[in-house]
């Protein structure tokens, strides 16, 4: 059973299993209420990325990244700890303390957590990465001999995370789907689950590199406020890119999800639109990694929204996105038809199906519905 976990591990590294399969083999082997895995960038301590197994419910896990992370006691021992080192919690908390913290009160015991052995097991210039094997309520916590274990595949975990975080800086231009990509006049980018940029349009490029909302920092996209930078790991996290929703959440992956930027006072509005290319799914036009592909919408600078924009934002299909933005520009469905050589029964056909995921009624809606993405976005990601 080691023997094949150590295995997966270099598997995850290569792309060829997702982390999560390592991480169910190292709670099974030591019987352990969860695992988790996260990187925090050095610069600012916010999270790059984050696999889980276990107990931990999806709703816990989305409580910790927005909030319960700052008042974590166990996170300022981890911090100190050299590459490879371990702590265990239960060596520094005794019951009394955990009696009157309200991180363990408020927040670990009643999602039903309780001891934690973790460890720095990877570091570079940008970023730390974290393991932890959690007991839960009612159990011990590791024994000296289950951490001496933990310590020997902590080794080979750190090697892995090295072999994985050089995979991911690969540049990718010369792939079907980037050429692509690089056609469209909108901002347009591939991240992957590390939110590090893996190819962007020439347009995203001038974008970041005014560095005004959005920029790159060491190769990852970074936005313009913590909150937003957490919802964007969390949009990721839904999309399932980076590993199988089925051991991170609830429900299945989404297909797509928004993050909406400029809630700054004077801050110009923008919505970042993320829909999923998952590797399977794609013909390998983007490479044999699960990205997502990020459009950046401006309603400020667009008059109004391209056929293309639409469709990714209400998932619209080719059609019916067309049908939208004619609409929008103030087109009869009768003139749509005449144009576009079909009946004009299929058009309102269409434009009923627009209203349907678009939350309109009536045509004069449509436009609004486009010009007031940003609020109509922050409705659709949830």
């Known amino acids: 059973m080691v023997d094949a976990l150590i295995t997966d591990l270099y598997r995850a590294a290569a792309g060829e299993v997702h982390w999560g399969a390592p991480l169910a083999a190292m709670q099974r082997l030591f019987g352990a209420w969860g695992v988790h895995l996260h990187g925090v960038r050095?610069?600012?301590?916010?999270?790059?990325?984050?696999?889980?197994?276990?107990?931990?419910?999806?709703?816990?896990?989305?409580?910790?990244?927005?909030?319960?992370?700052?008042s974590d006691p166990r996170a300022a021992l981890v911090i100190r700890l050299g590459l490879g080192e371990w702590m265990s919690c239960h060596r520094h908390f005794d019951e009394e303390f955990v009696a009157r913290d309200r991180f363990y009160q408020d927040f670990l015991i009643p999602y039903g957590g309780r001891y934690v052995s973790a460890a720095r097991i990877y570091e570079d210039a940008e970023l730390a990465a974290i393991i932890?094997?959690?007991?839960?309520?009612?159990?011990?916590?590791?024994?000296?001999?289950?951490?001496?274990?933990?310590?020997?595949?902590?080794?080979?975990?750190?090697?892995?995370?090295?072999?994985?975080?050089?995979q991911g800086r690969l540049r990718q231009e010369h792939l079907l789907g980037n050429a692509v990509l690089e056609q469209l006049p909108h901002p347009v980018m591939l991240i992957d689950e590390q939110q590090r940029l893996q190819h962007g349009n020439a347009a995203a490029l001038r974008l970041l590199r005014g560095g005004d909302?959005?920029?790159?920092?060491?190769?990852?996209?970074?936005?313009?406020?913590?909150?937003?930078?957490?919802?964007?790991?969390?949009?990721?996290?839904?999309?399932?890119?980076?590993?199988?929703?089925?051991?991170?959440?609830?429900?299945?992956?989404?297909?797509?999800?928004?993050?909406?930027?400029?809630?700054?006072?004077?801050?110009?509005?923008?919505?970042?639109?993320?829909?999923?290319?998952?590797?399977?799914?794609?013909?390998?036009?983007?490479?044999?990694?699960?990205?997502?592909m990020l459009l950046v919408h401006?309603?400020?600078?667009?008059?109004?929204?391209?056929?293309?924009?639409?469709?990714?934002?209400?998932?619209?299909?080719?059609?019916?996105?067309?049908?939208?933005?004619?609409?929008?520009?103030?087109?009869?469905?009768?003139?749509?038809a005449a144009e576009h050589g079909v009946a004009l029964s299929t058009v309102r056909a269409q434009l009923h199906?627009?209203?349907?995921?678009?939350?309109?009624?009536?045509?004069?809606?449509?436009?609004?519905?486009?010009?007031?993405?940003?609020?109509?976005a922050s409705a659709s990601s949830t």
């Open 213 to 292: 909302r959005l920029r790159l920092v060491d190769g990852a996209l970074r936005l313009d406020s913590a909150r937003a930078q957490q919802e964007l790991l969390l949009a990721l996290r839904r999309l399932g890119i980076g590993g199988e929703a089925s051991y991170r959440s609830d429900g299945p992956s989404a297909v797509r999800a928004i993050v909406r930027l400029g809630d700054r006072a004077g801050a110009r509005p923008l919505a970042l639109v993320l829909s999923g290319l998952h590797a399977d799914r794609t013909m390998g036009a983007f490479g044999h990694r699960d990205l997502a």
């Open 132 to 166: 932890g094997i959690h007991r839960g309520r009612g159990m011990r916590p590791l024994a000296d001999e289950e951490l001496a274990l933990g310590q020997r595949l902590g080794r080979h975990l750190t090697t892995a995370l090295g072999i994985w975080r050089r």
């Open 298 to 336: 401006d309603s400020r600078r667009s008059a109004t929204v391209d056929r293309f924009l639409a469709a990714a934002i209400f998932d619209l299909t080719p059609a019916e996105a067309t049908v939208a933005v004619a609409v929008a520009a103030g087109r009869a469905p009768a003139e749509i």
């Open 353 to 376: 199906c627009v209203f349907a995921k678009m939350g309109v009624s009536r045509q004069a809606e449509v436009a609004g519905a486009l010009a007031s993405l940003p609020a109509v």
């Open 42 to 70: 050095r610069a600012d301590g916010s999270v790059a990325f984050s696999y889980e197994v276990g107990g931990f419910p999806a709703e816990g896990v989305l409580a910790y990244i927005r909030e319960y992370h700052r």
